[in-house]
């Protein structure tokens, strides 16, 4: 036998080794498990709950949601998300829902599970003993926020109440609660998770209904009422991109609660945004965003606060030696980005960028175009071959030098022989997020 065959059989035999391992680990990886308690916490009026999972694949989001007693959990609802850490732990903590329907039960089943529904772990938690003192009780008026002196007033409103629950079982059952059907339940996320009043707040989401419309509030120290700041409407495919600035008279505690919710309010979902100081902002609010959302700054370097926040229907600019914004945004030396989640049929597809000065654009996190240097209306493309069908996020950071100032950007789709043409293409038309 030749070293040569040594060797290969000695791989072999090692690669075959390593999936035995593997294998093995697999098997005998121990089952998701979650553990909560509820009790009061300083700074929150409404009872808390903490919820510890074990046992989830690793790094990835968690679901985490409330059922009645024997109920799975395609009839409870989405609460808060989490991630897993390298050891597949998690752990979140967030109020206990105010609403009647939810404080008349005696036991809830807390529910947790990876978004496919490949990992769902569920424990029960009773709610003997605790204090519900600061409900409304029946005629009985809800408090009202107040805006800070000499503070524009916020529009206040009351969300709609659950119309139904599921019923909860009278008996407790000796046989074991059933594993439950693994679905979807509806999410939202912020980017970014914190910042000042003022600061412009992308909302994204998945697992909700196609074609529904959500209202977006949020809820304070005293959870209620709800500070409605704006509405989204979801695609197709259940899922949603919106924008709103934080209100500049809030006054509410430094951590505050984003609620995205259903019309007839049986889906919801919360997600946390840390309030990190007060300032007066230089944008109007709300900011409903149904194209792009455009952040402008006035430096040449994105860094800072945005001193302006809008809704831009495409990135087709050609602003020669002013300000996109006069008295807000200065003539020379301004950035600006731009974020919007699209939907992109599956294939090929060259990406353009026409600017004066830098320019870069990614597509979900993934650089596509770096030309971050002055120019004089140069054109760049880049190519991306075998894209999936969905959505995805696409990014663009420009700034202005000086001398004049423009930007465009645009996409089509390709054949992978596809040459770069010589001549300017066609603006590819943006797709409207909104019916």
Known sequence: ?????????????????????????????????????????????????????????????????????NAPPTEGTSFVTGTSDKDGKFSVTFPYPAEGSWTALHEVTVYAGTPGGENVATTRLSLDGVAWQLSPKPGEALPTLSPAPGATATKVVLLASPTTLPSATATASATPTPTPTPVPAPMISLQPASGRVGAAVVVTGRGWLPNETLSLGLLGSTMQPVWEVGTAKTDA???LTAGFVFPANWVGAAVATVLARSGEGSRQALAVFQVSGQATPTVPTPLIV???????YANASLTGNPVLARNDNSIEFNWGAHSPAPGIIPDQRFSARWTRMMYFPAGNYRFWAEADDGVRLW???????DEWHTASGAKYSGDVYNLGEGQHTVKVEYYQDTGNAQVRVW?????????????????????????
């Open 237 to 239: 495919q259940g899922n």
């Open 363 to 369: 597509l979900d996190d993934n650089p596509i175009l």
């Open 411 to 435: 996409w089509q789709q390709i054949l992978p022989s596809t040459s770069t043409p010589t001549s300017t293409p066609t603006l590819t038309p943006v797709p409207s997020m909104t019916p």
């Open 1 to 69: 036998m030749t070293q040569r065959a040594k060797i290969t059989i000695a791989v072999v035999a090692v690669l075959v080794l390593v999936m035995i391992i593997v294998i093995v680990a697999l098997a005998f990886r121990p089952a998701a498990t979650v553990s909560a308690q509820i009790g009061p916490q300083a700074g929150q009026p409404r009872p808390v709950i903490t919820v510890n999972g074990l046992g989830f694949p690793a790094n990835k989001e968690i679901y985490v949601g409330l059922a009645a007693p």
């Open 290 to 296: 149904t194209g792009w959302l455009g952040q402008y």
